[in-house]
């Protein structure tokens, strides 16, 4: 069965240092990746998503993503994050031929002005 | 354009009692998700259309949990003898298709308590 592990439940930096957040997932197949980040009162939203090709995507507000297919890992990183990105972060998964998203638990990232 | 609806916000029931749950998509598109969403955790899946037919329920905990979407729009979540460990926030969520590059748009959720 597909799993999402995230590493860090609970986040704490700094305006202007560097944030890696770690995903990991356990699927065979062919596999679509997304971070989804939901803003304190606000819905769920996209802020990348890999499907093919380069490995390195980017998102909405200067975030990124790696995918390593060898080590089953598509971390999320922004080199400098601000205030405003404090919110709670998603990683998700689906294999390619279907529209079922597992999630991790999620990592709560607070960045303090 | 208008986003994923959902109705009511907030609902608060008795244990037992049967509770529906409203999602309007976005226009337009076909695919219509359902997510619950525990205190702490991520979402979890629950069901999936394609149009009218239920593409993947196998995220339903059990036979108390069943959603609709009879004309291929609006979907309802219906849970029957609710129970204290159904509470969470319901997420609905719609896309153009499944499959491909498409993203899902989610709802602001419902948030049920059973009291």
């Known amino acids: 069965a597909q799993s999402v592990s995230q590493h860090n439940h609970h986040v704490i930096l700094s305006e202007a240092a560097s944030l890696e957040l770690g995903c990991n997932y356990s699927?065979?197949?062919?596999?679509?990746l997304f971070w989804y980040v939901q803003y304190p009162g606000q819905h769920l939203q996209l802020l990348l998503k890999y499907f093919s090709g380069d490995p390195l995507v980017k998102g909405i507000k200067g975030f990124e993503a790696e995918f390593i297919k060898s080590k089953f890992s598509f971390n999320l990183r922004k080199p400098s994050v601000q205030w405003s990105d404090t919110a709670e972060y998603f990683c998700a998964v689906k294999s390619s031929n279907t529209g079922k998203l597992i999630f991790g638990q999620g990592t709560t990232l607070q960045v303090k002005p | 354009g208008a986003g994923v609806s959902q109705t009511p916000s907030n609902k608060v029931t008795e244990k037992g009692k049967y509770v529906e749950l409203r999602c309007d998509p976005i226009?337009?598109?076909?695919?219509l998700y359902w997510y619950r969403q525990s205190l702490g955790q991520g979402p979890e899946f629950l069901i999936y259309f394609q149009g009218t037919g239920a593409a993947d329920d196998s995220g339903l905990p059990n036979d108390r949990f069943f959603a609709v979407r009879p004309e291929g729009s609006v979907s309802t979540l219906k849970i029957q003898r609710t129970e204290r460990g159904d509470s969470a926030v319901y997420l609905c969520?719609?896309?153009?298709?499944?499959?491909?590059?498409?993203?899902?748009?989610f709802g602001p959720g419902t948030r049920l308590t059973v009291t």
């Open positions: 969520a719609s896309s153009f298709s499944p499959t491909g590059t498409d993203e899902q748009y």
């Open positions: 226009s337009g598109h076909t695919a």
């Open positions: 699927y065979g197949g062919t596999v679509n």
